[in-house]
Each structure stands twice: as C-alpha cells, then as structure tokens.
C-alpha cells in the first residue's frame, strides 16, 4: 500500500492495550523512542496487531507545536 504520509518510521510493535472503544499501540522506532498511536479496537483486529508485529508510525500532521 502506498500513502502520501512522508514521515512513515518503521519499528516494531511493543505494547497494545485495548479500551472499550480505543486502544493505545506502542510502536519502538529505534534509539530509546516509542511512538504511541490511538486507534480503534476495530483497527487493531483488522491489521491483525499485535506485540512483536513489525510496523509502521505514520505521521501526517497539518500542525506542529513546540514547546520549552
């Protein structure tokens, strides 16, 4: 599948934890960093997700915000 997303960060899935509705996926991309992503139960159990799983973080973002 191609995206238009440019930032896409592979990595390796290291936590699920399921909601009711969402759940929390914890994505390692390497040197200590963990991507966290909410998404649906529903999505979970679509891509077949689950730790271990090799991923991708894909970011699209109309905003950045910095802070100090």
Do not use: W
Not at 6 to 12: M, S
Not at 15 to 40: F, L
Not at 44 to 54: M, N, P, Q, R
């Amino acid at each position: 599948m191609k995206l238009s997303a440019r930032n896409q960060i592979p990595g390796k899935v290291v936590s699920v934890v399921k909601g009711q509705t969402t759940a929390h996926v914890g994505i390692d991309i390497g040197h200590g960093v963990t991507v966290t992503a909410s998404v649906t139960n529903e999505a979970i159990e679509d891509l077949g997700l689950k730790v271990g799983d090799a991923a991708f973080a894909v970011i699209k973002a109309s905003d950045v915000l910095v802070g100090k």
